[in-house]
């Protein structure tokens, strides 16, 4: 049989195959070196930081950095105190034409801090622990690993509501974001024309950045039940109950 990571991949996958297709998601433990903080990754002490990651080689149009940039301009007039998206590349250099447009839009957005930087896995565990909220306004995701690492490092996440991160993420451990899900008008390879994808609500993206924001509280609120649903959840203990269980359940064990 297969093993798939999310509900939606095992829905996608069991649409075709000819044999059990089983929901066993990932382990989600991203460890946080010491001594790494915000004055090592040239971040302010004293702002909001909303965090973004992506591989630009990881079809950008899916990854949807340009949405986000967009919902945060309009959100930056209504912070109550002072608030910056950082926005982390990698293979930037092998994208060009991404790269020459991020540079383009982070400038239009303002108050976007872009980091095109090689960073080893510690450091970029690092970043995600320093920041405020991590933010993705994806049009799909196989599993959502950057999302589910930031809820497991207890910063709340505003993501587009739809596909994999659906999995983990409710109106209470985070915020969802409204979508529509949409044709594709064009060919982003491997994704074709005629295909379908997730186009969030940017207005109710800035909302919920206004909210996080100007509500300490609630921002607080919803990092730590995002932190404890992952934990619970997600942890090599849960995951190898249910991988034991389904072996169990084969006559394997």
Known sequence: EVWAPSSFVRDAVAEVARIPVTRIPYCVAPAVPPGVGRPELGLPADEFVFLFVFDALSVT??????????AFRRARTAFQRPAR??????NAERAPATQTRLHRECERAG???????????PE???????????VSLHRAEGFGF???EAMYLGKPVIATGW?????????????PVRCRVVELAEDHPPYARGQRWADPDLDDAAKCMVRLVNEPDTCARIGAAGAAHIREHFSAAAVGALIRKRLAALGRI
Request: net charge neutral.
């Open 85 to 90: 998206l950082v926005v982390k590349v990698s």
């Open 163 to 175: 596909s994999s991160n659906m999995d983990f993420m409710t109106a209470w451990n985070s915020c």
């Open 146 to 148: 950057t999302l589910a």
């Open 124 to 134: 970029l565990n690092a970043l995600f622990n320093a920041c405020d909220s991590y």
């Open 61 to 70: 149009e899916r990854k949807n950095p340009w949405g986000l940039l967009e």
């Open 111 to 121: 108050g976007v801090q872009l980091l095109d930087t090689y960073l080893r896995r």
